[in-house]
Each structure stands twice: as structure tokens, then as C-alpha cells.
């Protein structure tokens, strides 16, 4: 072993070379890994090849600690270099076994053929960590092993003894897990809150994942009963505690939490009636009025607490309760008209509750008025309730009850059935077949209650304009309408009216019910004014409007000049389309929907003017309509169509062209209702 800086010589293929070995950074002080770091170095001061071992060591002992060597150049010739062995300890390294070591460290170069070991000339230490592994806890240096018994209130001390460690560890304590405090000693104030909490210190030095948690106590906390209040079936009684005389009442004095559990006594006024958490007891009518109340103390008898002292109110029971009305008959509402009822009670004490019900429903929202009357304590209550009922509420019955609040007894109660009148809901409905020549029936059918119907006479209109009454054939239950030999002037709306003498929700007696009657038959042409105008060279209308129900399946146009069907043309168009038109029901000119069928020509030519024919047909089968365009203020066509519609063996083309001839020869221009057209007619007939 030779000291650091000593020289020496090594032989190697019969050369020698010179070595000075060095011990590099001596601590200047004792050093202590729990409070900083450490870096050793041991270098060699000649160039050396090829590369020494050197090793650490500890009391003799070669390390494993990670070393780190390193060569450099500077002025040696290559391969040789200068050899520099660095150890770094990290603060908070700690001793293999986690002991609590101090060492002078060394160390060893082994180089081919020669091996040394070298101490540093200094005294001074390297102290490695310690980490914590152990905590417990101690109070009045005694180890805690069981239970911790404390007062609430009362400060207590403990200490967190965690033995050996380096550097000091950080000390956290903890019931449960709510931080309470750190640091080695703890001085808390338990609360009754703490009562079986677990109470631990935990501890750390190094690393904080490594924490170490005491022994784990479970607290025991003493508590003085403080407070007492009585309760009734789990309510909290705050006032005065209503009883029915000669009946048991169960109270209870419930004191909070309190360790060791109370002694409890009961008293009304001076006089002790039992003892316990719970009392029943009788009340009779000479405890009215007085105070009822618990006395309760766990550790000391000359710390007694009372609990509040309510007095005690003994109620008088309610016998009965009144209907005023048919009490146990039938009540009678008509549908959505508001109506009064009103319930008594009998004298009680205290003040009476009533409650209404319709069917098993409680009504809390129409309740309209309210008074009590009383004396001695005893009181009458009076209700009012005011329901607008609907007919779904018939045969319910209506109930009302009258109870003492927390009265363990069944409600008084009185009903009444519920019998609610409506106007009559009317259907009407029809039977058999709605075209021309056959025969429907209207039945008229009312619904309501009473079942007791006025009928009055069936009202016949169309669209806004009443066309006729008629009477119908009357039963008890509906009423019926018979359409015989239908026709197109039967169609319209048929209204059936009823009453039972209640009025409806329109506040009407009379109610109504309808059926629309569609009558089907052949098509009905509009008033019409013959013939059709025009001019010659300018565009025309022919617009012939008309009703049709079923609707209409097609229309065709004839030319007579040659019998020959219309079709759309570069000069005509032929539509049809909805338009109003009038019609006659039974003597009443009445507009309503309908169509019209339409020949347009753009441009009017001489051989456009003539007799033409409209077909239409509908499924119920086919009419026609002649009808005659002529030249406007053409006298010799309205003399033609004059002579037409006078002898109506003639047809249209041989009338105009005799007449014609007859009007030339005689040179002169004849008023259309002179018998001379005739004349004229006959003359020249031939």
C-alpha cells in the first residue's frame, strides 16, 4: 500500500517506464451524501499504454459503484495516454443494505505484471443516506398498540418515532385520509367527527414514492352529552305536542351523540313518568297544558341536560262532518258550469282539517272559502268548494273528510255520487243511395244527459243560403229524414237540431249535427244567354258554365256545318276549369262552386259563325247544349235564329238560307217578331 504521489517503475518487454499515481480530490471536509453530492478521482500523471484497471474501495473492500474512466492525450506519444477514474456519488445515495456507513474511500490500479493499491492522505469521511423504513407512534414516550382514548375537545400530543434515517425524513399525519397536520410531534384537538377514525403518521427522506406509514390507531372519542329534544315518530317536536286523551303517545328523547350513552328520565311538569330513550304514556285531560320534557347526563349526575319543553295540547276528537245538499244522494252538475258545494264539521279541538276528493283525487285548487267558528277551544270549520265538473266525472262520487293533523284515526267523511247533465252530442248519418230518382234517409242521432230530446225541424241549406225546414219523422232516440225521387236540388248541407234543456259549453240549449249531401245525376247547365257574338277577324270566348256531380269525364264541341268534332287548333282552344255558377234549389237562386267549359277562337273567320252543340258526360251519362255564334249586331242572324227557335221543324242551314233569299228579294230589313219572317218563310219555303 503506498500513499498517494508515490513513484514506481513497472518492466514490460524489457523496457521500463515511470508511473506517478496519483489520489485526485480529496474532500476538503466530511461529507454527507444526505445533504449533498461527492465526486472522487484518481488519475494517473504519465502516459501510460496500454489502458490500467483502477477500482474503488472501501475498508479494503473493491466498490460496485458505477466509475466512469477516461484517457486524454496531451503530451504523450500514441497509444499512451494520461487515465482519469471518476466516481460520482448522488446525494442521497445510500449503502447497499440501506445501514448507515462512513467511509475513506481508495483506490486500485492494476496494470499488466503490477497491481497497487493507494489510500488518500486525508482523514476526512464520506457519510452515505440513510432511508427511512419504520414509523409508530408513541404517546408520553409509551408505543401506541391499541385503541387511542380521547376527549373531544382536549388537545392531545403525539410523536412519529421512525428510528435511523439520513437525512431527517418529512413526517405527514393523517386520520383517514385528511391531513391534519406534519412534523414529527402532532398536537390535535379531537372532535366527535374523529370518533373511529384511523389515526398514522407517514414518513419520507429520499424518495417521495417511498413513503412509510406508521402503525394505524383507531380513535375512541369521549363525548359529554350536551343537548336533548324530544321527537315524535322521527319529527323533531317544536312546539306544542298534540295528543288525544286516553290514547297512548310514544315520544322519544333523542340526545345526539354522546359517549358513554345517557341516562334518561321523563318528567310532565314536577311529576316523573319513566325513564328511557323511549316513553308511552296516557295523557289524560288534566295534562293540558303542561310541559312535557327529558333530563339526560352520561358522566357526571351534576351535568344533567333537559331537553325543550313543549307543552302538552289534548284534542277533543271530531265526530262528524256535513254535506250540506243530499248527503248520501245524487248531486247534479250540468258540464262546465261552475257549481258550490259546502261542508261543516262538529266542534273539536284543535282546529279541524277538511279535505276534498272527487273520486280518490284530491282537489286543493277550487277550494274557495274557509272559516271557523269557535269557543273554548272547540272549533266548527266551514268549506267551501266551487267545481266545474265534465261529463267523465259522472257516477264519481264526490267526499269530504274532516281530520285532526296527526290524528292516527280514519277521516269523518260524507259523499254524494256525482250525476253531471251535458248537451246532447249529435251525429248524423245517411243511408241509402244519393243519385237522381233514388230514395236516402237522414238519421239524426243525439247523445246526452238527461236522454230526454226536443227535435226540431231539419234545416236544408246550401253554402250560406237556407233553402228549406222540414219536419222529421221523431223517436225517442233520433230522428229521421227521408229523400224520395232525389234530385240535384236536394243537394246541400242537411242540419239536424236537438236539445235536452242543459246548455252546451257554447252556452247554447240548442245543440246541432250536420251531413253533406252530395247528389249525383247528369249534368246541370247555368242560366245562358243565347246566342254567342263575335266579330269577324278578332278572338272570342264561348263559355258555358255548369254543375256536375260525379265530375265530369270529358266534353266535345260539333261543328253542325259538318258534324265534325273541335280539337285544339292553332285557332281554337278548348279547356274546362272551376268557376261559380248559379242554380235554383226549390225556388232559390243559390251560387255555389262549379265549372266552366270554354271555346276560345283567336281568330274569328266567316265560316266560324253557325250552329254548334256541347256534349258532356259525367258517368251518370251524357247532355247536350245547341247553341249559335253569330256576327255581332248581325240582324239577319238574330231574324234566322228568331225563325229557328219559332219553327222548330226546320233546321238551322235550310232557315238561314231561305230566309236569306226571302229578305234579298224583298229588299228590306224586318223587325225579328214581325209575322212577315214567317210569312216570308212560307212564301219562299220551297
Same mark, same amino acid.
Given at each position: 500500500?503506498?500513499?498517494?504521489?508515490?513513484?514506481?517503475?513497472?518492466?514490460?518487454?524489457?523496457?521500463?517506464?515511470?508511473?506517478?499515481?496519483?489520489?485526485?480530490?480529496?474532500?476538503?471536509?466530511?461529507?454527507?451524501?444526505?445533504?449533498?453530492?461527492?465526486?472522487?478521482? #484518481?488519475?494517473?500523471?504519465?502516459?501510460?499504454?496500454?489502458?490500467?484497471?483502477?477500482?474503488?474501495?472501501?475498508?479494503?473492500?473493491?466498490?460496485?459503484? +458505477? !466509475?466512469?474512466?477516461?484517457?486524454?492525450?496531451?503530451? #504523450?506519444? %500514441?497509444?499512451?495516454?494520461?487515465?482519469?477514474?471518476?466516481?460520482?456519488?448522488?446525494?442521497?445515495?445510500?449503502?447497499?443494505?440501506?445501514?448507515?456507513?462512513?467511509?475513506?474511500?481508495?483506490?486500485?490500479?492494476?496494470? *499488466?505484471?503490477?497491481?497497487?493499491?493507494?489510500?488518500?492522505?486525508?482523514?476526512?469521511?464520506?457519510?452515505?443516506?440513510?432511508?427511512? +423504513? /419504520?414509523?409508530?407512534?408513541?404517546?408520553?414516550?409509551?408505543?401506541?398498540?391499541?385503541?387511542?382514548?380521547?376527549?373531544?375537545?382536549? *388537545?392531545?400530543?403525539?410523536?412519529?418515532?421512525?428510528? +435511523?434515517?439520513?437525512?431527517?425524513?418529512?413526517?405527514?399525519?393523517?386520520?383517514?385520509?385528511?391531513?391534519?397536520?406534519?412534523?414529527?410531534?402532532?398536537?390535535?384537538?379531537?372532535?366527535?367527527?374523529?370518533?373511529?377514525?384511523?389515526?398514522?403518521?407517514?414518513?419520507?427522506?429520499?424518495?417521495?414514492?417511498?413513503?412509510?406509514?406508521?402503525?394505524?390507531?383507531?380513535?375512541?372519542?369521549?363525548?359529554?352529552?350536551?343537548?336533548?329534544?324530544?321527537? =315524535?315518530?322521527?319529527?323533531?317536536?317544536?312546539?306544542?305536542?298534540?295528543?288525544?286523551?286516553?290514547?297512548?303517545?310514544?315520544?322519544? $328523547?333523542?340526545?345526539?351523540?354522546?359517549?358513554?350513552?345517557?341516562?334518561?328520565?321523563?318528567?310532565?311538569?314536577?311529576?316523573?313518568?319513566?325513564?328511557?330513550?323511549?316513553?308511552?304514556?296516557?295523557?289524560?285531560?288534566?295534562?293540558?297544558?303542561?310541559?312535557?320534557?327529558?333530563?339526560?347526563?352520561?358522566?357526571? *349526575?351534576?351535568?344533567?341536560?333537559?331537553?325543550?319543553?313543549?307543552?302538552?295540547?289534548?284534542?277533543?276528537?271530531?265526530?262528524?262532518?256535513?254535506?250540506?245538499?243530499?248527503?248520501?244522494?245524487?248531486? !247534479?252538475?250540468?258540464?262546465?258550469?261552475?257549481?258550490?258545494?259546502? $261542508?261543516?264539521?262538529?266542534?273539536?279541538? %284543535?282546529?279541524?282539517?277538511?279535505?276534498? &276528493?272527487?273520486?280518490?283525487?284530491?282537489?286543493?285548487?277550487?277550494?274557495?272559502?274557509?272559516?271557523?267558528?269557535?269557543?273554548?277551544?272547540?272549533?266548527?270549520?266551514?268549506?267551501?268548494?266551487?267545481?266545474?265538473?265534465?261529463?267523465?266525472?259522472?257516477?264519481?262520487?264526490?267526499?269530504?273528510?274532516?281530520?285532526?293533523?296527526?290524528? /292516527?284515526?280514519? @277521516?269523518?267523511?260524507?259523499? !254524494?255520487?256525482?250525476?253531471?247533465?251535458?248537451? @246532447?252530442?249529435?251525429?248524423?248519418?245517411?243511408?241509402?243511395?244519393?243519385?237522381?230518382?233514388?230514395?236516402?234517409?237522414?238519421?239524426?242521432?243525439?247523445?246526452?244527459?238527461?236522454?230526454?230530446?226536443?227535435?226540431? %225541424?231539419?234545416?236544408?241549406?246550401?253554402?250560406?243560403?237556407?233553402?228549406?225546414?222540414?219536419?222529421?219523422?221523431?223517436?225517442?232516440?233520433?230522428?229521421?229524414?227521408?229523400?224520395?225521387?232525389?234530385?240535384?236540388?236536394?243537394?246541400?248541407?242537411?242540419?239536424?237540431?236537438?236539445?235536452?234543456?242543459?246548455?252546451?259549453?257554447?252556452? =247554447?240549449?240548442?245543440?246541432?249535427?250536420?251531413?253533406?249531401?252530395?247528389?249525383?245525376?247528369? *249534368?246541370?247547365?247555368?242560366?245562358?244567354?243565347?246566342?254567342?257574338?263575335?266579330? %269577324?277577324?278578332?278572338?272570342?270566348?264561348?263559355?258555358?258554365?255548369?254543375?256536375?256531380?260525379?265530375?265530369?269525364?270529358?266534353?266535345?264541341?260539333?261543328?253542325?256545318?259538318?258534324?265534325?268534332?273541335?280539337?285544339?287548333?292553332?285557332?281554337?282552344?278548348?279547356?274546362?276549369?272551376?268557376?261559380?255558377?248559379?242554380?235554383?234549389?226549390? /225556388?232559390?237562386?243559390?251560387?255555389?262552386?262549379?265549372?266552366?267549359?270554354?271555346?276560345?277562337?283567336?281568330?274569328?273567320?266567316?265560316?266560324?259563325?253557325?250552329?254548334?252543340?256541347?256534349?258532356?258526360?259525367?258517368?251518370?251519362?251524357?247532355?247536350?247544349?245547341?247553341?249559335?255564334?253569330?256576327?255581332?249586331?248581325? &240582324?239577319?242572324?238574330?231574324?234566322?235564329?228568331?225563325?229557328?227557335?219559332?219553327?222548330?221543324?226546320?233546321?238551322?242551314?235550310?232557315?238561314?238560307?231561305?230566309?236569306?233569299?226571302?229578305?234579298?228579294?224583298?229588299?228590306?230589313?224586318?223587325?225579328?217578331?214581325?209575322?212577315?219572317?214567317?210569312? #216570308?218563310?212560307?212564301?219562299?219555303?220551297?
Amino acid at each position: 500500500m503506498k500513499d498517494a504521489g508515490d513513484v514506481y517503475t513497472v518492466a514490460k518487454d524489457q523496457q521500463f517506464r515511470q508511473i506517478l499515481i496519483l489520489l485526485f480530490t480529496v474532500p476538503d471536509e466530511n461529507i454527507d451524501l444526505g445533504v449533498t453530492s461527492a465526486r472522487l478521482q #484518481c488519475t494517473t500523471s504519465g502516459c501510460t499504454y496500454p489502458p490500467p484497471l483502477i477500482q474503488w474501495l472501501t475498508q479494503g473492500q473493491i466498490t460496485s459503484f +458505477t !466509475v466512469n474512466l477516461t484517457g486524454t492525450g496531451g503530451s #504523450c506519444v %500514441p497509444p499512451e495516454q494520461l487515465y482519469t477514474s471518476t466516481l460520482d456519488l448522488r446525494q442521497n445515495s445510500t449503502w447497499s443494505d440501506n445501514s448507515d456507513k462512513v467511509f475513506i474511500f481508495s483506490c486500485r490500479i492494476e496494470y *499488466p505484471d503490477y497491481t497497487m493499491n493507494l489510500i488518500t492522505s486525508g482523514s476526512h469521511t464520506i457519510r452515505f443516506a440513510v432511508r427511512v +423504513t /419504520e414509523a409508530y407512534l408513541q404517546q408520553n414516550n409509551q408505543i401506541i398498540t391499541s385503541t387511542l382514548i380521547v376527549n373531544s375537545g382536549e *388537545p392531545v400530543i403525539l410523536t412519529c418515532v421512525t428510528g +435511523t434515517s439520513q437525512p431527517a425524513p418529512n413526517i405527514d399525519w393523517y386520520i383517514g385520509s385528511r391531513s391534519i397536520g406534519s412534523g414529527t410531534s402532532l398536537t390535535f384537538t379531537p372532535s366527535n367527527t374523529d370518533h373511529n377514525g384511523i389515526i398514522y403518521c407517514q414518513a419520507y427522506n429520499i424518495d417521495p414514492r417511498l413513503k412509510v406509514d406508521s402503525n394505524k390507531i383507531s380513535l375512541f372519542v369521549k363525548f359529554r352529552v350536551t343537548e336533548a329534544f324530544l321527537q =315524535q315518530n322521527n319529527q323533531n317536536i317544536t312546539s306544542t305536542l298534540i295528543v288525544n286523551s286516553g290514547e297512548p303517545v310514544t315520544v322519544t $328523547c333523542v340526545t345526539g351523540t354522546s359517549r358513554p350513552d345517557p341516562i334518561i328520565d321523563w318528567y310532565i311538569g314536577s311529576r316523573s313518568i319513566g325513564s328511557g330513550t323511549s316513553l308511552t304514556f296516557t295523557p289524560s285531560n288534566t295534562d293540558h297544558n303542561e310541559v312535557i320534557f327529558c333530563q339526560a347526563y352520561n358522566i357526571d *349526575p351534576n351535568l344533567k341536560v333537559d331537553s325543550n319543553k313543549p307543552r302538552l295540547f289534548v284534542r277533543v276528537k271530531l265526530l262528524t262532518v256535513t254535506l250540506e245538499g243530499p248527503a248520501g244522494g245524487t248531486k !247534479v252538475f250540468n258540464e262546465g258550469y261552475p257549481q258550490t258545494l259546502k $261542508c261543516n264539521t262538529s266542534p273539536s279541538r %284543535p282546529v279541524p282539517v277538511i279535505r276534498w &276528493l272527487l273520486g280518490n283525487k284530491a282537489m286543493t285548487d277550487n277550494i274557495t272559502s274557509i272559516s271557523m267558528t269557535g269557543g273554548d277551544e272547540l272549533y266548527v270549520l266551514n268549506s267551501e268548494i266551487t267545481l266545474v265538473l265534465m261529463r267523465n266525472s259522472s257516477n264519481q262520487k264526490i267526499r269530504c273528510e274532516g281530520f285532526i293533523s296527526g290524528q /292516527e284515526t280514519s @277521516p269523518v267523511s260524507t259523499e !254524494v255520487i256525482v250525476d253531471v247533465w251535458y248537451a @246532447p252530442d249529435v251525429r248524423v248519418s245517411i243511408a241509402g243511395n244519393t243519385v237522381v230518382n233514388y230514395t236516402a234517409v237522414l238519421v239524426c242521432v243525439p247523445q246526452g244527459n238527461p236522454p230526454q230530446y226536443t227535435f226540431h %225541424p231539419w234545416i236544408h241549406t246550401v253554402g250560406q243560403t237556407e233553402i228549406r225546414r222540414l219536419e222529421g219523422v221523431n223517436t225517442v232516440n233520433n230522428s229521421t229524414l227521408t229523400l224520395s225521387n232525389i234530385s240535384i236540388q236536394d243537394m246541400g248541407t242537411y242540419t239536424c237540431t236537438v236539445d235536452n234543456g242543459v246548455p252546451g259549453l257554447d252556452r =247554447q240549449v240548442n245543440q246541432i249535427g250536420y251531413k253533406d249531401v252530395d247528389v249525383q245525376g247528369l *249534368p246541370v247547365f247555368d242560366k245562358i244567354k243565347l246566342p254567342f257574338a263575335g266579330e %269577324p277577324n278578332n278572338s272570342t270566348n264561348i263559355e258555358i258554365r255548369f254543375y256536375s256531380s260525379p265530375p265530369i269525364q270529358w266534353i266535345k264541341f260539333i261543328n253542325h256545318s259538318d258534324s265534325s268534332r273541335l280539337l285544339n287548333t292553332s285557332n281554337i282552344v278548348i279547356y274546362m276549369q272551376p268557376s261559380n255558377i248559379s242554380m235554383m234549389f226549390y /225556388e232559390k237562386r243559390v251560387t255555389r262552386l262549379g265549372h266552366v267549359a270554354v271555346l276560345h277562337f283567336r281568330n274569328l273567320t266567316d265560316t266560324d259563325f253557325g250552329n254548334y252543340t256541347l256534349q258532356l258526360s259525367n258517368g251518370q251519362g251524357s247532355v247536350t247544349l245547341p247553341f249559335y255564334l253569330i256576327i255581332s249586331g248581325n &240582324l239577319f242572324y238574330k231574324v234566322s235564329l228568331f225563325v229557328y227557335l219559332s219553327f222548330s221543324s226546320y233546321d238551322w242551314y235550310t232557315i238561314k238560307s231561305r230566309l236569306g233569299r226571302c229578305l234579298r228579294l224583298q229588299n228590306k230589313i224586318l223587325d225579328i217578331s214581325s209575322i212577315k219572317s214567317r210569312d #216570308c218563310l212560307a212564301s219562299y219555303g220551297s
